[in-house]
């Protein structure tokens, strides 16, 4: 038989109302207690109660099936991977809400971004009436239910003592892809907590290679893809057979929900992706040779020159200046370039475009040179990256939408901020992980955009541009064989 | 079960109110509500403030709260099922309407009307493991012949009952005293439970078993299973180990014709 819970309270305050030491209490009261009792009710295992209790939310279709699939199916325990723009945030305020009336659910730590603690605070205060706080290390966690904070501040010392005393019933994780790597400290302080109920939620579960995927899901349910070396034999069987590909893909989504845009009841606007390819001057390939020839001890180091000339010389010079024995000759010829033919490129494209434009760069350097550069031809642009605060954030997002024409991102400035109001994006510089990509991409493509997207992916000819790209389809290949299929990120290729 | 809508929840709200002895001016869905001195402690979340004024024997100054049941954003704080406000109000109602004990009023022209004394008791059996249900059982028990009956509640609130006895009313003596009458009601209810359909608690039991062996597949060979282990072992156990969780809701003591 199963474990009878019961409270003696009442009874005790009834045994005081018999001898009289108490008085009896109101008749009216007492029928309102019921009424409401009735009212608050959870009359059955399924469904979500919680849409009752939100009637100024209206949750889109998708969210919902998404929270019922992971309480019903997937029992609290899931990734939430759809893909960016979706709403995934509402999916786990649903699913938090949903368990909070339940009564399954008392105390959530919710881990996300430096930059979008706020926000959380925020939507699950106003959308959900959950009272969450920002950690804030001068109070005790004890009086605090929900908090939010940081990945950084929760896995560092005193704070991530603080919260293993702390006995949470539920813990949400933003940005989970921040915990591909199982060597590192965040990583490991995730996987000492206790996960009675767990949501991570990325709309790239796997950015460079399947092991992430691995990793992450062992975090959530270890076990559940097997040990590494089950997972890895399965993985390369999986590239081979059909049976065992359609295996992997049943196991992975019997732990994530991925909704695409495509198959949400909403209209979408199209994403059209080209990628544009750019010739070196004759100089700027000179100087290409001469970095690749550049004897230095580390190959990644080579590999970083070359991705920073081809951003801009500026980018480079930072890097040179700074080595041990800085290579005089090239600094020299380095300041005797004037061309930057992809940051012509640029200036044109804009120039066609006509219209509001999101430029993403690697390089801090890049992005003020560039700045420069669009202001000499007329240009206007302001600068934005994921370092600045909220309010900063709000008032360069202002700018941009009512005084400029171009923003000029960098990577951080990927997460976080929603500039559906502009339709274009220039990728300046490429990354080496394809889900990189789709972060930016997804801050235009997103709810509320009405125009067709358009994506430029410049790409230098005969450069470690190229060899990014073959490099990002094949991670995209992976990518889809595993977890599914992937909205056009390089280009509208055709699937065979 | 249908949560309450908007007229309702102007009513509860009007009722509360008045019921707390405070002031209460309604306008369609707009209330105008001077909280009492023990509201405003309640509901208020001021502790600091009247901790102050009891301190400085200053003049209170109970909150003047604007509501509106519309869910149109305009005038008020805007309360509907599932804000906070209301679950707060809630809490206040659990608190002061936990315990009655109530009289039917009697026909004035009888000379004297005898009164049987009976106990009900209502309450909220919750059935927990990964997910949740609850049911509400609402229980009369006749004091003197321990006649048992379910439902009691609703027939309760068609009766006109009044907090003292009246004049011509005369209470028979229970021969049930009301805190055996209380085991008894907690006996019946045991045997609904036992009786009820448990396929729910056994599921939980599979899935958790299922996921266990998936967790020990894990760690299969490890001999020194790390804490990682337990952990783990723990969050299935408190995921899915059944349980049932009764609370009394409320109940009291009704002399009835």
Redesign the interface.
């Known amino acids: ?7 003696t ?3 005790e ?3 005081n ?2 001898n009289g030491k ?1 008085p ?23 469904g979500l109660q ?1 849409i ?5 939310l209206t949750p889109l279709q998708h969210q919902i099936n998404a929270a019922t699939t992971v ?2 199916e997937m ?2 325990k899931a990734i939430l991977a759809d893909e960016v723009g979706l709403g995934k945030t509402i999916e786990a305020g649903l699913i938090l809400k949903e368990y909070m009336i ?3 659910v008392q105390k959530a730590l919710i881990l996300a971004p430096a930059s979008l603690i706020s926000q959380w605070v925020e939507e699950l205060s106003m959308k959900f ?1 959950i ?1 969450a706080a920002a950690y804030n290390k001068k109070y005790s966690l004890d009086g605090c239910d929900v908090v939010v904070m940081s990945m950084d501040t929760a896995k560092k010392s005193p704070h991530s003592e603080r919260i293993y005393e702390q006995n949470y ?1 539920i813990i949400i994780i933003d940005e989970a892809h921040k915990l591909k790597n199982h060597k590192t400290q965040v990583y490991q302080f995730v ?7 767990c949501l991570l939620l990325t709309a790239t579960p796997i950015q460079n290679n399947i092991f992430e995927l691995f990793y992450l899901i ?1 975090l959530l ?4 893809l ?2 590494y070396e089950a997972f890895q034999a399965a993985f390369s069987a999986s590239k081979h057979s059909a049976q065992h590909h359609e295996f992997l893909q049943e196991l992975v989504h019997q732990v994530m929900v991925r909704n695409r845009r495509d198959n949400t009841n909403i209209a979408w606007t199209k994403r059209h992706v080209q990628i544009v390819p750019i010739h070196f001057s004759p100089e700027e390939q000179a100087l290409y040779t001469q970095i690749s020839q550049l004897d230095v001890s580390n190959p990644i180091t080579r590999l970083t020159l070359q991705k920073e000339l081809c951003s801009s010389k500026e980018a480079l010079y930072e890097t040179l200046s700074k080595m041990p024995a800085p290579p005089e000759e090239i600094l020299a010829e380095l300041q005797q370039l004037t061309i930057n033919s992809k940051a012509q490129k640029t200036v044109e494209l804009i120039q066609q475009i006509n219209n509001k434009v999101i430029i993403f760069t690697e390089y801090r350097a890049t992005q003020q040179y560039l700045q420069a550069f669009l202001y000499e031809n007329g240009i206007t642009s302001v600068l934005f990256n994921g370092k600045f605060k909220k309010s900063k954030r709000d008032y360069m997002k202002h700018l941009f939408k009512e005084h400029a024409q171009v923003l000029i991102a960098t990577e951080a400035g990927g997460e976080g901020i929603n500039l559906q109001f502009c339709s274009h994006v220039i990728n300046y510089d490429l990354p080496w992980n394809p889900m990189k990509l789709e972060q930016r991409i997804g801050r235009v493509h997103r709810l509320g955009q009405n125009e067709d997207v358009q994506i430029y992916n410049l790409a230098i000819e005969n450069t470690i541009e190229q060899h990014i790209l073959s490099l990002l389809y094949k991670k995209i290949d992976v990518f889809e064989q595993v977890v599914g299929e992937l909205d056009a990120i390089l280009t509208n290729r055709s699937k065979e | ?4 809508n908007s007229q309702q929840i102007n009513q ?1 709200l009007h ?2 109110f008045i ?2 002895g405070c002031d209460v001016e309604r306008q369609e869905e707009l209330l105008h509500v001077q909280l009492s001195i023990e509201m405003d402690k309640k509901i208020m979340n001021r502790p600091f403030y009247w901790r102050y004024i009891e301190a400085t024997n200053g003049e209170p100054n109970p909150a003047q709260l604007k509501l509106t049941t519309s ?1 149109q954003r305009g005038q008020g704080e ?1 309360i ?5 406000r209301l679950q707060q109000i ?1 809490r206040v ?2 608190e ?7 009289y039917e009023e009697a026909d004035v022209t009888a000379s004297q009307v005898l009164l049987t004394p009976w106990l009900a008791v ?1 309450y ?1 059996v ?3 493991c ?7 059982y ?1 229980f009369g028990l006749n004091l003197m012949t321990g006649y048992m009956v379910l439902d009691f ?1 609703s027939s309760l ?1 068609q009766k006109n ?1 009044i ?1 003292t006895k009246p004049a011509n009313g005369f209470c028979v003596q229970h021969i049930i005293a ?2 055996r009458g ?1 085991e008894r009601i907690q006996a019946a209810l ?1 045997e609904i ?2 009786e009820d359909d ?1 396929t ?2 056994n599921e939980a039991i599979v ?1 958790w078993q299922r ?1 266990q062996r ?7 060979g490890v001999d020194d299973k790390p ?2 282990y337990e ?2 072992k ?2 299935l156990q ?15 003591l009704f002399y009835l014709k």
């Open positions: 038989m199963v474990e009878i819970e019961q409270s309270m009442w009874q305050g009834f045994e109302r018999l108490l009896w209490q109101n008749w009216s009261l007492y029928k309102m207690n019921y009424e409401m009792t009735q009212a608050n009710l959870i009359p059955d295992f399924s919680c009752k209790y939100l009637p100024m309480i019903e029992h609290g339940r009564n399954l009436h009272p019933d996987q000492g907590l206790k996960k009675k109920f062992s349910k270890p076990g559940h097997g040990s | 079960m249908i949560a309450m509860f009722d509360f019921e707390t869910l805007i509907h099922f599932g804000s906070p809630y109602v659990e002061f309407g936990a315990y009655v004990q109530m209502n909220k919750a059935y927990c990964d997910c949740t249900k609850e049911v509400l609402s509640h609130i009952l907090p009301p805190q209380l045991n439970i036992v448990h729910w608690a899935k996921e998936i967790l020990d597949y894990f760690y299969d804490e990682m952990i783990e723990q969050a408190e995921r899915y180990g059944a349980k049932i969780k009764m609370t009394i809701v409320n109940g009291g």
